[in-house]
């Protein structure tokens, strides 16, 4: 009889490109810019290096309003070289007991827009945003890494992209980050979600709600949502949503964010998180 792929020793890894938030921080999709000399998006370089480096699934998180528009001007490009699948973040997307407050309209943030793949993904995976650049290496070094992570081991590991803070940033507006603090070993002592950061000279600053600017080391190791999880993840991210919703401070802008998501996991000795060093 005929060896599958898996008994031959292939282990599926898919990639979760978290793009709900395209059409509101962009402007509207049409308004995407290409970066490459035939009009590439930053997307089109993630799949790209992503599938060169043994990913063999792209799954792309978006609003279900933007499903066509989307598979047009970026899917479709994508499906000649790897399986592409859709999963939609909703708002109304709550845990039983919960509902949406009266007046919020902005999404629940990233580790919410992750659970949206919750009954579609049961191998090892990564996630990276759509509109942040990766490189080759730290894909290459991630799917080594989750080639090798048992799927429910429990803990659980966790692995992340750490890249020097200030080679993150732009001059053109501001970025979120998760500010990470490594020891020795490289292991994750905690992460924090940055938002509104902004080149400082050789360094950084990020914007408090109250209008403040707090300085931060260009050096800092710094996050951008390239996480590598098992499938282990999945109901414990949706435990700690129910938990995110019942102590929210700001029911209007609150976001579940995954590096508050996985530092929760981390504290009650669910995960083990691990950085893979990146060269940028």
Not at 60 to 67: T, W
Not at 149 to 160: K, L, V
Not at 233 to 247: H, I, Q, R, T
């Amino acid at each position: 009889s005929a060896i599958s792929p898996k008994q031959k020793g292939w282990v599926a890894l898919t990639l979760v490109i978290l793009a709900a938030g395209m059409g509101s921080r962009y402007g509207g999709m049409k308004q995407i810019d290409p970066i490459g000399p035939n009009g590439e998006f930053i997307i089109d370089y993630s799949c790209y290096d992503a599938i060169r480096a043994g990913f063999d699934r792209i799954v792309f998180v978006i609003k279900k309003e933007n499903l066509e528009l989307f598979r047009e001007s970026i899917g479709c490009r994508v499906e000649p070289y790897a399986k592409v699948e859709y999963a939609f973040q909703d708002i109304n997307e709550l845990p039983d007991g919960f509902s949406v407050p009266e007046g919020r309209v902005k999404p629940w943030g990233t580790a919410h827009a992750l659970l949206a793949t919750k009954d579609i993904i049961d191998d090892n995976f990564a996630t990276i945003n759509a509109d942040d650049f990766y490189g080759y290496e730290a894909f290459e070094e991630m799917a080594a890494r989750l080639k090798a992570a048992e799927p429910y081991a429990m803990p659980m590991p966790i692995c992340f992209a750490a890249y020097r803070l200030a080679n993150t940033l732009t001059d053109n507006g501001t970025v979120s980050r998760g500010i990470c603090e490594l020891d020795e070993n490289g292991s994750l002592v905690s992460i924090t979600e940055r938002t509104k950061i902004s080149p400082a000279g050789a360094d950084a600053e990020y914007q408090e709600d109250d209008g403040s600017w707090v300085p931060l080391s260009g050096d800092a190791a710094a996050s951008m949502n390239f996480f590598g999880f098992t499938p282990a993840f999945f109901p414990v991210a949706a435990n700690y949503f129910g938990k995110f919703l019942s102590e929210m401070k700001d029911p209007m802008k609150a976001e579940f964010y995954l590096p508050l998501a996985v530092t929760w996991a981390q504290e009650d000795s669910l995960a083990t998180i691990n950085a893979c060093h990146t060269k940028a």
